[in-house]
């Protein structure tokens, strides 16, 4: 499966990154998708912008996605 397929990942999805944050968690909040991602981690609230390119490379798993999902 391609990882790079448009609406694969939404906002709100929970997500494992390979590396560990400084805070020591590896557990991210997808708050925007496009060319750049803003991930918030969920050990210490950081928000941070990845490129689209760098966040496919270090994207372990998608942990969980939204519930409710608007369509």
């Known amino acids: 499966m391609c990882r790079s397929m448009p609406g694969l990942y939404r906002i709100g999805d929970i997500v494992q990154m390979k590396k560990r944050h400084p805070c020591g968690s590896d557990r991210w909040e997808i708050l925007r998708v496009g060319m750049d991602?803003?991930?918030?981690?969920?050990?210490?609230?950081?928000?941070?912008?990845?490129?689209?390119?760098?966040?496919?490379?270090?994207?372990?798993?998608?942990?969980?996605?939204?519930?409710?999902?608007?369509?």
């Open 37 to 71: 991602f803003r991930l918030k981690c969920l050990g210490c609230g950081r928000l941070v912008l990845l490129p689209r390119p760098k966040f496919e490379k270090g994207l372990k798993k998608v942990v969980s996605t939204p519930t409710n999902a608007d369509n």
